[in-house]
């Protein structure tokens, strides 16, 4: 069976470090990768998506930039973070468009 | 641009009563999907209705798409505490190679004992 592991489930950090978020997915190839940004509670707002490695397409301008240096493999990083950066962040995987999203079980990210 | 309404924001209610939560649209989707999603953690997929007037039943959970499939409805039966989180609905933007699901912001349930 398929599985995605998001790391780590908390993190604090101060304005302006560096930020790195790892997530991995096991038990498939080739999948869709997905980073989400939820504020509050409420909706999920797409960051990045990727269709492959080394492909990677960004929804929204921000300080954040993702990778994905292996097939099952998808990076968030900052170089500098802002107060704005705090939220809680998801993971996820789907395998064709119309199919059902898997996802993490989240970074929340508190920036002080 | 497409985009999904989800009535009520918020939503309290007694343990045991019926309750109805709602994801409209002005487009057409061709499937929508439900999510619930507990604090804390990722949402976790329902159900996906893809047919126009489609009734699925999952326990005390029915959900229905619309005869037009612009709109959804969730109907939980005497709920439950454990029913408690926040309910997505999500669908596939219509475009030709867009894998891109748009998403509801969600209706928050609190089922009280």
């Known amino acids: 069976s398929q599985t995605i592991h998001q790391w780590p489930a908390t993190l604090v950090q101060p304005v302006g470090s560096p930020l790195s978020l790892e997530c991995t997915v096991e038990?498939?190839?080739?999948?869709?990768l997905y980073w989400y940004r939820q504020a509050a509670g409420r909706g999920l707002q797409l960051l990045f998506y990727?269709?492959?490695?080394?492909?990677i397409s960004s929804e929204v301008p921000q300080n954040l930039s993702a990778s994905r240096p292996q097939d099952r493999q998808f990076i968030l990083s900052s170089k500098k973070l802002l107060l704005s950066d705090s939220g809680f962040y998801l993971c996820?995987?789907?395998?064709?468009?119309?199919?059902?999203?898997?996802f993490g079980d989240g970074t929340r990210l508190s920036i002080l | 641009t497409q985009l999904l309404e989800q009535s009520p924001q918020f939503l309290s209610i007694q343990e045991g009563e019926n309750l109805t939560v709602y994801c409209n649209s002005s487009?057409?989707?061709?499937?929508l999907q439900w999510y619930r999603q507990e604090p804390g953690e990722g949402p976790v997929l329902l159900v996906t209705?893809?047919?126009g007037g489609e009734v699925k039943k999952l326990k005390r959970l029915t959900f229905q798409f619309g005869d037009a499939r612009k709109d959804s409805s969730l109907h939980i039966t005497a709920a439950q505490p454990g029913d408690t989180g926040l309910y997505l609905c999500?669908?596939?933007?219509?475009?030709?190679?867009?894998?891109?699901?748009?998403w509801g912001l969600g209706t928050s349930l609190a089922v009280n004992p």
């Open positions: 999500a669908g596939p933007r219509n475009a030709g190679n867009n894998r891109k699901l748009i």
């Open positions: 487009s057409v989707f061709s499937s």
């Open positions: 209705v893809v047919t």
């Open positions: 038990g498939t190839s080739n999948p869709n």
């Open positions: 990727s269709v492959g490695i080394g492909q």
């Open positions: 996820a995987w789907d395998r064709e468009r119309n199919q059902p999203q898997h």
